[in-house]
């Protein structure tokens, strides 16, 4: 396993991150609840050491199944949680018309940071994100104040907020304000705002850059047909429907045929291009059962991607 800099916190973390919204079986409905523990388990043991999740991921069941693998490493290994708190507004509308202290009253914060440490056992959250953001919060209500407090008083380590999908630009301010320590941002073959807005931005700035869905929700694995069914309430219905799907597996086949890549070649390419990137410090990855743990990391392994075959890539940005 490769180590980046987390640099406000003078920390080391894994090149690959284990995402855990996943373990919300509510909204993965296709996923067994009896490997996640294991599959975690086994991620620590070939190094990973960063975990993101959130407490809203299962109504808090991501975070108890982290706190008992936290448990059976104690003394060993040290594990770096990164939770969220979520707005008191659905996640999906990240509305500019939102007073921040609607979104993020002081209480509602303190009680979610009170609630995850309980769920992970822990005394101290490594990262703490707001699970939404929208660029007027930045000069309004008393998030930031809030979250200076809990950092104060050791019950969290930094400050981050986790972007919504294809919104890098409303970082940048933030990201200069110097008030955050990370950024978590949507980056993949399909999403490169990254590259384009916030990656100097965020480096100059000291500021730790976190991606999540760099297989974008499984398809860059090649696992879904355009005809794809998913179990009724899985979140994926929703997101794939009205021919995304489709357009989805258009772009697959270009990146197939440009890069002649052989069969089943696609996840690999996929999961290498996010790690090739210099910007960031972890990738994401959501690896619900043991095997896709292995898979994963044996991929995290190879040399990172030529420089001239990432730029060559930007032809399968989502907003190129």
Excluded at 125 to 132: C, E, K, T, V
Excluded at 162 to 179: R, T
Excluded at 286 to 291: D, E, I, T, Y
Excluded at 304 to 310: I, K, P, Q, S, T
Aim: aromatic residues 10%; contains cysteine; charged residues 20%.
């Amino acid at each position: 396993m490769r180590y980046r800099e987390f640099k406000r916190c003078n920390t080391k973390v894994s090149e690959i991150g284990f995402g855990t919204w996943g373990f919300d079986t509510q909204l993965w409905r296709d996923g067994n609840v009896h490997d996640f523990a294991k599959s975690l388990n086994i991620a620590v043991e070939l190094g990973v050491n960063l975990v993101d999740t959130a407490l809203v991921y299962g109504d808090g069941q991501a975070e108890q199944i982290i706190g008992k693998v936290i448990k059976s490493f104690q003394n060993r290994k040290e594990l770096y949680v990164a939770t969220k708190v979520s707005p008191m507004m659905p996640i999906s509308i990240p509305s500019p018309h939102i007073h921040a202290d609607e979104a993020f009253p002081k209480n509602h914060i303190r009680k979610a940071t009170e609630q995850s440490l309980k769920n992970l056992g822990l005394e101290c959250i490594f990262l703490q994100q707001l699970h939404a953001w929208t660029p007027r919060w930045l000069t309004e209500g008393e998030w930031l104040h809030t979250l200076l407090e809990l950092k104060k008083e050791g019950k969290i380590q930094a400050i981050g907020v986790s972007l919504h999908d294809h919104d890098c630009i409303s970082a940048v301010d933030l990201i200069k304000s110097g008030y955050v320590d990370s950024i978590q941002i949507q980056y993949n073959l399909f999403d490169q705002g990254l590259d384009r807005y916030i990656g100097d931005i965020a480096a100059k700035n000291g500021v730790a850059v976190l991606a999540r869905s760099p297989l974008y929700a499984g398809a860059l694995a090649g696992n879904y047909a355009s005809n794809q069914q998913f179990k009724q309430g899985d979140w994926r219905s929703h997101f794939f429907e009205n021919q995304h799907l489709t357009e989805v597996n258009q772009r697959i086949a270009r990146i197939q045929h440009d890069f002649n890549l052989p069969p089943g070649a696609l996840a690999d390419f996929a999961l290498n291009f996010a790690v090739s990137s210099p910007y960031l410090s972890s990738v994401l990855v959501g690896m619900r059962s043991p095997l896709r743990v292995y898979d994963t990391i044996n991929i995290a392994q190879k040399p990172y991607m030529y420089d001239h075959v990432r730029a060559f890539c930007g032809r399968y940005d989502w907003l190129s």
